[in-house]
C-alpha cells in the first residue's frame, strides 16, 4: 500500500496520543484523542497499542510523531540537529516494520547549551510548508514545555525551551500557592499586570510569593490569583522568547486556550502575534513527510 493512498497519523506524546485517519488528499477522516500516552504503556506494550490504534482507524501505515520516538517509547529515533528542514526529517525516519515509521525529534547545541524537542517539529514546519508563517520567522510554542524558535530559509534554525507549563502545574498541585490556583485563567487586568511585571523585571521567585502575601494582606483579590500567577510565569517565559532579536510578526502555535493567553501577553508586551491551531499546523507537516516517503 502506497503511502499516497491514505495513512493514519499519530502525535503520541509523554501523557496523551491523538490518532487520525486521512484519506490520498491528506484530509482527515476520523480521529480519536486519549490518554494513552508513553508512560502508561509497558515497555513490551507498544505493539498492542498500535493494533488497537488500527483497530479503531483502519489497517493503513502509520506515521508516529512525538515521544513516542523517545528511548521510553516505542523504538528511539535520534534527533536531527539543526538547521532541521521536512527532508531532514524524512532522511532519519525510524522504521518499526514495514509501514510503520516514526519522525525523529530535532536538537539543538550552541551558545554554551543544549536543547531537544518532540513532535513540535512537525506542527513548526507543517506551518511553515503550509505557507501559515514566515520561513525566517519566530515562533512561540506553549504547552508544558514552550519552545521559541526561529526560522531560517523554511528550516528551524535555533530555538529555547521554557518550562512554563509545567512550572504552573508544579505551583497548582504541590505549592504553598495550590489554594489560590484551583481556578480558571482569565486574560484580565490582573494577567496583564503581571505580564508587563515580569516582562520587565526578573525577579519570578519573590513575585510569586508575593501573591500570596498580596491576597493575605487584601491588596489583591482571591479570585485574580490564578490569572496574576499565570501572568508572572508567562510574563517570564516571554522576556526570554523577546530577548530574540527580531521584528517580525511573531507566530504563536498550538493548542487554543494556550496560545490566546500568550498572544495576549504578547500584546501587552508591545509586539504582534498571530494565533495558528497546532492541529492543522501537525496535519500539514505529517502529509508533507508521507508525500515525501512515497517520492
Known amino acids: 500500500m502506497r503511502w499516497a493512498e491514505g495513512f493514519i497519523a499519530v502525535d503520541w506524546g509523554t501523557s496523551n496520543r491523538r490518532a487520525y485517519r486521512l484519506d490520498s488528499s491528506g484530509r482527515c477522516e476520523d480521529e480519536f484523542e486519549d490518554h494513552q500516552g508513553v508512560l502508561t504503556i509497558p515497555a513490551d506494550g507498544f505493539s498492542d497499542a498500535v493494533a488497537e490504534i488500527r483497530q479503531r482507524l483502519g489497517d493503513r501505515p502509520l506515521l508516529l510523531a512525538g ?3 523517545s528511548n521510553r517509547g ?3 529515533a535520534p534527533y536531527v540537529p539543526c538547521p532541521a528542514g ?6 532519519k525516519l525510524v522504521w518499526v516494520g514495514d509501514r510503520e515509521a516514526i519522525v525523529p525529534g530535532v536538537s539543538y ?4 547549551r543544549g536543547d531537544v524537542m518532540r513532535g513540535e517539529e512537525v506542527q513548526l514546519l507543517g506551518a511553515v510548508a503550509a505557507g501559515m508563517i514566515d520561513p525566517m520567522g519566530l515562533v512561540c ?3 508544558t ?3 521559541w524558535a526561529t526560522l531560517s530559509q523554511g528550516k ?3 530555538f529555547r525551551t521554557v518550562m512554563t507549563g509545567e512550572l504552573f502545574n508544579l505551583l497548582k498541585e504541590h505549592s504553598i ?3 489560590l490556583l484551583q481556578g480558571e485563567v482569565d486574560v484580565n487586568d490582573a494577567f496583564r499586570q503581571a505580564v508587563r511585571h515580569s516582562i520587565d523585571n526578573a525577579t519570578l521567585p519573590a513575585d510569586l510569593f508575593g501573591l500570596r502575601a498580596g491576597v493575605l494582606l487584601g491588596q489583591m483579590k482571591k479570585e485574580d490569583a490564578v490569572s496574576f500567577a499565570s501572568g508572572l510565569l508567562i510574563g517570564a517565559d516571554i522576556r526570554i522568547g523577546l530577548s530574540i532579536p527580531t521584528s517580525v510578526q511573531i507566530a504563536v502555535l498550538g493548542r487554543p486556550e494556550l496560545t490566546r493567553l500568550y498572544a495576549a501577553a504578547i500584546g501587552a508586551a508591545g509586539r504582534d502575534a498571530v494565533e495558528l491551531d497546532g492541529e492543522k499546523c501537525f496535519l500539514a507537516g505529517i502529509n508533507e513527510i508521507a508525500k515525501r516517503i512515497d517520492a
Open 156 to 158: 528551524i534554525h535555533r
Open 67 to 69: 515521544m513516542i520516538g
Open 86 to 91: 521536512i527532508d531532514d526529517l524524512v532522511a
Open 141 to 143: 510554542h506553549p504547552g
Open 109 to 112: 547545541v550552541g551558545q554554551g
Open 74 to 76: 516505542w523504538k528511539e
Open 145 to 147: 514545555h514552550n519552545k
Open 177 to 179: 500557592l495550590s489554594d
